[in-house]
T-cell receptor, first 110, second 115 residues
Framework: EDQVTQSPEALRLQEGESSSLNCSYT??????LFWYRQDPGKGPEFLFT?????EEKEKERLKATLTKKESFLHITAPKPEDSATYLCAVQAGSNYQLIWGAGTKLIIKP | EADIYQTPRYLVIGTGKKITLECSQTMGHDKMYWYQQDPGMELHLIHYSYGVNSTEKGDLSSESTVSRIRTEHFPLTLESARPSHTSQYLC??????????????FGEGSRLTVL
């Protein structure tokens, strides 16, 4: 069964303390892996698409990487405004619909 | 900023009432979706549409129904609400771009509470 697992469930960091969020997946025929940011009470906001192992994408303090089994979202020198829940989703095989992880709640303390 | 709007943002109703959650987008996207999200849980697809007069059920069984008679409008209806329907409902849209359809634009959600 296709599955997406995110870890940790929650992560508390001090401002400026770099870290990584993990998204591991078990699917047949990955078509794409997607990262979203979700603020409380809002809908998710698209961040990145990764298509194949070895690919990397960057946006401000965020960098997403992809291997054959997992993706990492690296956050460098985070600021309090980076606090949010980060969601990972994959599209695989002949199923055009996304399979979502439960998210990592990131809290950056000033 | 995404141009997709959901109303109402918050709704508290009694059991047995009929409700319609509205969703409209101004981007001209063919694909639209309804997701259900509970706190700390994954998003679950309940309905989707690939265009006018096209609607399909998603992976999560739902007693709701949808319609798509205009490209920009994708309302969701519950004929008789129950406490088990209490949840956050998220509407989304995307361009038709072949087989990879992961860049979705979401509305801000409708938080439904059924007493």
């Amino acid at each position: 069964e296709d599955q997406v697992t995110q870890s940790p469930e929650a992560l508390r960091l001090q401002e400026g303390e770099s870290s990584s969020l993990n998204c591991s997946y078990t699917v047949s025929g990955l078509r794409g892996l997607f990262w979203y940011r979700q603020d409380p009470g809002k809908g998710p906001e698209f961040l990145f698409t990764l298509y194949s192992a070895g690919e990397e994408k960057e946006k401000e303090r965020l960098k997403a990487t992809l291997t054959k089994k997992e993706s990492f979202l690296h956050i460098t020198a985070p600021k309090p405004e980076d606090s949010a829940t980060y969601l990972c989703a994959v599209q695989a095989g002949s199923n055009y619909q996304l399979i979502w992880g439960a998210g990592t709640k990131l809290i950056i303390k000033p | 900023e995404a141009d997709i709007y959901q109303t109402p943002r918050y709704l508290v109703i009694g059991t047995g009432k009929k409700i319609t959650l509205e969703c409209s987008q101004t981007m001209g996207h063919d694909k639209m979706y309804w997701y259900q999200q509970d706190p700390g849980m994954e998003l679950h697809l309940i309905h989707y549409s690939y265009g006018v007069n096209s609607t399909e059920k998603g992976d999560l069984s739902s007693e709701s129904t949808v319609s798509r008679i205009r490209t920009e409008h994708f309302p969701l209806t519950l004929e008789s609400a129950r406490p088990s329907h209490t949840s956050q409902y998220l509407c989304a849209s995307s361009e038709y771009s072949g087989t990879v359809t992961g860049e979705l634009f979401f509305g801000e959600g409708s938080r439904l509470t059924v007493l």
